[in-house]
């Protein structure tokens, strides 16, 4: 991996790597190296200030992680076209929007928890709070342990973050987890209509 | 937990299946109950674990821009012991702005030399503008011109799905930089304002060129005027996300050239600002492609590509 700029390819095998990985990439895009000096620059020169362009940057690196990660990029013009693309979008889209209620720029909540894969008109305020209350339930420890497993994160990794002592305790340990992730959605009907494949 | 089917499905939810593999796996799906279960729970876990990632990423956003002000205020203490070094600099600075204030303008002022506003490529597809023939009445074009072809819409087909949408849009972006590598205004008798904007447009202020060309009155008593100032605020909308006003002055230029050397790059540019919507101008760049493709064109090949990517999609 070369120290000042990364390749698309390096970009992409990063993101859709373990959740380290992914980490590092985000971590990079959001770097003064990365691609934040250019993006918050255009926006500013669109004419928002630098707030508006903060947000859409952390808007467009959520929305570019997610299509990265879900082989959404084919690959057609170069990655950071396909960033700028999507920023774009989002910028027009809030700047629009301001044109027409004369409000300051606010993103939507919505918007925001809503990836391009989800449906965006079917998330309502209590459908939010009911993934809030599934999230506390689970607990922020179980909620790291399925997200290394939803990166196929190796056990050994596992294992040293949680500092446990072997392999058979994190598989343990995420079986758990999910077991009572999968109960506690069992009641929460709509997130079967919430991803589309 | 990470067993086979496991990794299987959340492939396959993922995309990141082949085409093959997919279908064949979406087969087995509506065959098999158990496994169909098993893909709406994961489906399921997704949306939960995305979830956790937006929340999980704002939260390391706000952390690192922290540690990256941090970074940036430990770094100021070192400048601010040196800064008496820059005081020669600064007087230096002061000289050279009060040599330029009073340094003696004409208007071909020498701050922005003539070299320093040609673009680095030959010239390709301007060449022969300056022996196209004048035409009278140009101006009124310019603001009378309608949209008339970016106003229809094509419903009878499938939309496009937001995600190739903006595959679409990164394309259409990498294929105009292209463009502009090989775009050469010089060499063209042009008036004062309009080297103004080619000089702004040098420099990638392309927000002050369309400032400058909506804003001040031009001389376009002339097609070579009228045909680069519309190709300078084609480009600059283009590079500023305003597709739809791209398009018109790219089609303003397209209805104005005879030659093909006008006609067509216009034509082409018209196209890649038509794909940032191709919901809306499907019927409009289905159409110009066909048009390409079956008569002699300069952008013939790059059509045929964009035409083959179009139909994958």
């Known amino acids: 991996m070369s120290a000042e700029k990364w390749t698309d390819q390096e970009i992409i095998t990063a993101l859709q790597g373990s959740y380290k990985e992914n980490e590092r990439a985000l971590r990079y895009l959001n770097s003064p190296k990365g ?52 920023s774009k979008n989002r910028w027009n889209k809030a700047f629009g929007e301001r044109n027409k209620s004369e409000v300051d720029f606010e993103l939507n909540k919505h918007d925001i928890a809503t990836p ?82 | ?61 706000a952390k690192w821009d922290k540690e990256d002000a941090k970074k940036e205020a430990t770094q100021e ?22 040599v330029w204030y009073f340094y003696p303008k004409n208007e071909k002022s020498p701050v922005v030399p003539q070299e320093k506003i040609k673009p680095k490529a030959p010239i390709k597809k301007s060449k022969e503008l300056e022996s196209t023939p004048n035409n009278q009445g140009s101006k009124e074009r310019i603001i009378t011109e ?47 304002k309009l080297t103004q904007a080619e000089s702004l447009f040098e420099k990638q202020l392309y927000k002050d060129v369309i400032e400058l060309l909506q804003k001040q009155a031009i001389d376009f008593q002339q097609k070579e005027q009228y045909l680069t100032q519309q190709e300078l605020l084609g480009h600059s909308f283009f590079m500023e996300g305003k597709y739809d006003e791209a398009a018109k002055a790219f089609q303003n230029i397209a209805a104005q050239g005879h030659e093909a050397d006008i006609s067509h790059p216009a034509e082409w540019n018209m196209l890649l600002s038509w794909l940032s919507d191709y919901n809306k101008y499907r019927k409009k760049i289905d159409s110009l492609l066909k048009k390409m493709l079956d008569a002699p064109h300069v952008y013939g090949p790059q059509a045929k590509e964009l035409k083959n990517k179009l139909d994958s999609l």
Not at chain 2, 33 to 55: C, N, P, S
Request: aromatic share 12%; charged share 25%; net charge negative.
């Open chain 1, 35 to 86: 691609w934040k000096p250019q993006l918050i620059g255009w926006v500013v020169n669109q004419g928002g200030t630098l707030e508006e362009a903060q947000q859409v940057f952390n808007e467009t690196l959520l929305i570019f992680d997610q299509k990265v990660r879900f082989n959404q990029y084919q690959g057609y013009g170069t990655l950071n076209a396909f960033f700028t693309g999507i």
């Open chain 1, 116 to 197: 391009n894969f989800f449906d965006h008109n079917m998330i309502e305020e209590n459908q939010i709070r009911m993934l809030e209350n599934l999230s506390t339930e689970i607990g922020i420890d179980c909620q790291k342990a399925l997200l290394f497993m939803y990166f196929e994160t190796p056990y050994e990794e596992i294992v040293a973050y949680f500092g446990l002592l072997n392999v058979e305790m994190a598989y343990k340990k995420v079986s758990r987890c999910r077991e009572k992730m999968r109960a506690l959605i069992d009641e929460i009907p709509f997130l079967q209509h919430f991803f589309q494949d």
């Open chain 2, 1 to 61: 937990m990470h067993t086979e089917i496991d990794k299987k499905i959340r492939s396959f939810l993922k995309g990141r299946l082949s085409e093959e593999e997919a279908s064949a796996f979406k087969k087995e799906i509506a065959e098999d109950d158990t496994l169909r279960k098993a893909v709406d729970m994961q489906r399921k876990e997704i949306a939960v674990f995305e979830y956790w990632l937006k929340e999980d990423l704002k939260n390391k956003l």
């Open chain 2, 77 to 98: 203490p070192m400048y601010q012991t040196n800064r008496f070094v820059l005081w020669p600099f600064l007087g230096l600075l002061i000289l050279l702005a009060l």
């Open chain 2, 146 to 192: 309608p949209p008339q072809a970016i106003k229809n819409t094509d419903k009878s087909k499938k939309l496009m799905p937001s995600a190739q949408q903006e595959e679409l849009v990164a394309l259409a972006s990498d294929l105009h930089h292209m463009e502009l590598s090989t775009l050469d205004l010089s060499g063209r008798n042009i008036d004062q």
